[in-house]
């Protein structure tokens, strides 16, 4: 099984752990001592549910702590060094090693709260946090994302309701320093102010830079005022994501009811404000495949948001026990396939290319499979430098999709035909026409 199926497949189905020895304790203390085992992580704001492991070169998170993933044909014997082999039909497949917890995780803050309570290790060399563990739709059944788990952490008391500035610096100078972190993902629940979560991640960026070298992503719900990305920029922060997660209105109302009250047409809006700050591929937006979009739906959002120079994050869902999305089936994995094989040289062409964008989730890419679709070929390249010079070309909101010459992946080909069969629903287009002309002016200047 070639990688970027293994790493597809293993994020749809998860992975079953045979004689796992289980999560061990950190080292207990700080310096050379021995390396703490393998980590994972249950409950949180996300990626959740997950454990990162490094395979075939390529570092992923693979859903381990799900209902699906223990029922998955993929296994792995694991030993308690963390390395082991993933299986499928007694046929292995691919060595894997599961990232060790890191050296700060046994060290506490000045104030003395442990500092995994503050900050993670996510992928291999990302430190995030959710600054404001804390929703105001999260309580509300009416309201709350089906898919969001970000109080179950919170309720467990592995984390704190809100971070401060000086002890997340605190955590990411250690963390840079014990265990070569380099770049930092700050996220946040929706608070009841105007700013979204802006003014905080904006103070908590600036503390860490104060302290330490590493570039920062921010992510928030778009604020009442656009000026918040200016002083977010000025902070220090380097790439900013505002998560769509669903695009169809029907689907947006049902699986996160309070957030689908922010229109489709206002994230477009703040995504164009935002790219003027931030600057091309410096935007990033989560798609989440398995909410109920459909294929065309989710490519047609991606086109626009690329051709507007922001970075379509897709990612399969994890179903979360305890979540109304607990027993939602994840999307199959020929599904993603199709979605990256089409994407991932779109991105490429338009210079939009993970490694390029300074930090977050893109940047890692571990949580998805599409930056292993995005084509490191001469001809590539050199659509790349000419997307630089030459705007991008708006697909017609009314027009039929037809794939590119790029996207002809075995898997894309059969769900295309479906869609055009009527199997897969067809959607209106995602953005109004106003949105699709301030998309190519911003392209175009």
Same mark, same amino acid.
């Given at each position: 099984?070639?990688?970027?199926?293994?790493?597809?497949?293993?994020?749809?189905?998860?992975?079953?752990?045979?004689?796992?020895?289980?999560?061990?304790?950190?080292?207990?203390?700080?310096?050379?001592?021995?390396?703490?085992?393998?980590?994972?992580?249950?409950?949180?704001?996300?990626?959740?549910?997950?454990?990162?492991?490094?395979?075939?070169?390529?570092?992923?998170?693979?859903?381990?702590?799900?209902?699906?993933?223990?029922?998955?044909?993929?296994?792995?014997?694991?030993?308690?060094?963390?390395?082991?082999?993933?299986?499928?039909?007694?046929?292995?497949?691919?060595?894997?090693?599961?990232?060790?917890?890191?050296?700060?995780?046994?060290?506490?803050?000045?104030?003395?709260?442990?500092?995994?309570?503050?900050?993670?290790?996510?992928?291999?060399?990302?430190?995030?946090?959710?600054?404001?563990?804390?929703?105001?739709?999260?309580?509300?059944?009416?309201?709350?994302?089906?898919?969001?788990?970000?109080?179950?952490?919170? =309720? $467990?008391?592995?984390?704190? *309701?809100?971070?401060?500035?000086?002890?997340?610096? /605190?955590?990411? %100078? +250690? !963390?840079? #320093?014990?265990?070569?972190?380099?770049?930092?993902?700050?996220?946040?629940?929706?608070?009841?102010?105007?700013?979204?979560?802006?003014?905080?991640?904006?103070?908590?960026?600036?503390?860490?830079?104060?302290?330490?070298?590493?570039?920062?992503?921010?992510?928030?719900?778009?604020?009442?005022?656009?000026?918040?990305?200016?002083?977010?920029?000025?902070?220090?922060?380097?790439?900013?994501?505002?998560?769509?997660?669903?695009?169809?209105?029907?689907?947006?109302? =049902? $699986?996160?009811?309070?957030? *689908?009250?922010?229109?489709?047409?206002?994230?477009? /809006?703040?995504? %164009? +404000? !935002?790219? #003027?700050?931030?600057?091309?591929?410096?935007?990033?937006?989560?798609?989440?495949?398995?909410?109920?979009?459909?294929?065309?739906?989710?490519?047609?959002?991606?086109?626009?948001?690329?051709?507007?120079?922001?970075?379509?994050?897709?990612?399969?869902?994890?179903?979360?026990?305890?979540?109304?999305?607990?027993?939602?089936?994840?999307?199959?994995?020929?599904?993603?396939?199709?979605?990256?094989?089409?994407?991932?040289?779109?991105?490429?062409?338009?210079?939009?290319?993970?490694?390029?964008?300074? *930090?977050?989730?893109?940047?890692?890419?571990?949580?998805?499979?599409?930056?292993?679709?995005?084509?490191?070929?001469?001809?590539?390249?050199?659509?790349?430098?000419?997307?630089?010079?030459?705007?991008?070309?708006?697909?017609?909101?009314?027009?039929?999709?037809?794939?590119?010459?790029?996207?002809?992946?075995?898997?894309?080909?059969?769900?295309?035909?479906?869609?055009?069969?009527?199997?897969?629903?067809?959607?209106?287009?995602?953005?109004?026409?106003?949105?699709?002309?301030?998309?190519?002016?911003?392209?175009?200047?």
């Amino acid at each position: 099984m070639d990688t970027q199926t293994l790493i597809t497949e293993l994020q749809s189905f998860g992975l079953r752990l045979a004689d796992a020895p289980g999560d061990a304790a950190p080292a207990p203390a700080e310096g050379d001592g021995p390396r703490p085992a393998w980590t994972s992580r249950r409950g949180g704001a996300g990626p959740t549910q997950h454990v990162a492991a490094t395979l075939r070169g390529a570092t992923v998170m693979i859903p381990i702590h799900t209902d699906q993933a223990a029922s998955s044909p993929f296994v792995a014997r694991i030993g308690r060094d963390g390395s082991g082999t993933v299986e499928r039909d007694g046929e292995e497949l691919a060595e894997v090693a599961f990232v060790k917890a890191p050296r700060f995780y046994a060290l506490s803050t000045r104030d003395g709260i442990p500092y995994p309570k503050i900050a993670l290790l996510h992928g291999a060399d990302v430190l995030a946090s959710t600054v404001l563990q804390t929703c105001v739709r999260y309580a509300e059944p009416a309201k709350a994302c089906t898919f969001c788990a970000i109080g179950q952490s919170l =309720a $467990a008391g592995r984390t704190t *309701a809100k971070k401060t500035p000086e002890q997340l610096a /605190e955590v990411a %100078e +250690a !963390a840079a #320093r014990l265990d070569g972190v380099r770049h930092v993902t700050l996220t946040t629940g929706t608070p009841r102010s105007a700013d979204r979560g802006a003014a905080h991640l904006a103070d908590c960026a600036r503390a860490i830079k104060a302290g330490v070298n590493l570039p920062v992503q921010a992510q928030c719900e778009p604020p009442d005022d656009f000026a918040w990305f200016e002083r977010m920029h000025a902070a220090g922060v380097d790439s900013l994501g505002m998560h769509l997660e669903a695009v169809e209105d029907e689907v947006r109302a =049902a $699986a996160m009811p309070g957030k *689908a009250e922010v229109s489709v047409a206002r994230y477009f /809006e703040a995504f %164009e +404000a !935002a790219v #003027r700050v931030f600057g091309r591929g410096q935007v990033s937006t989560y798609l989440i495949a398995g909410l109920g979009d459909s294929l065309e739906a989710l490519l047609g959002a991606s086109e626009r948001l690329i051709a507007m120079g922001v970075y379509p994050f897709l990612v399969p869902l994890v179903p979360i026990p305890g979540t109304p999305s607990a027993h939602r089936a994840p999307p199959p994995g020929d599904f993603m396939r199709a979605l990256y094989a089409h994407v991932g040289p779109l991105l490429a062409r338009a210079g939009l290319r993970s490694t390029d964008v300074k *930090a977050g989730c893109a940047r890692c890419g571990a949580c998805s499979g599409l930056s292993g679709f995005e084509p490191a070929d001469r001809a590539a390249s050199a659509g790349r430098a000419a997307s630089a010079t030459s705007p991008a070309v708006m697909p017609d909101p009314g027009a039929a999709m037809t794939p590119t010459s790029e996207s002809s992946d075995d898997a894309t080909i059969p769900l295309r035909s479906c869609a055009e069969q009527g199997a897969l629903p067809r959607v209106p287009p995602l953005a109004p026409v106003h949105l699709l002309r301030r998309a190519r002016a911003v392209q175009e200047h």
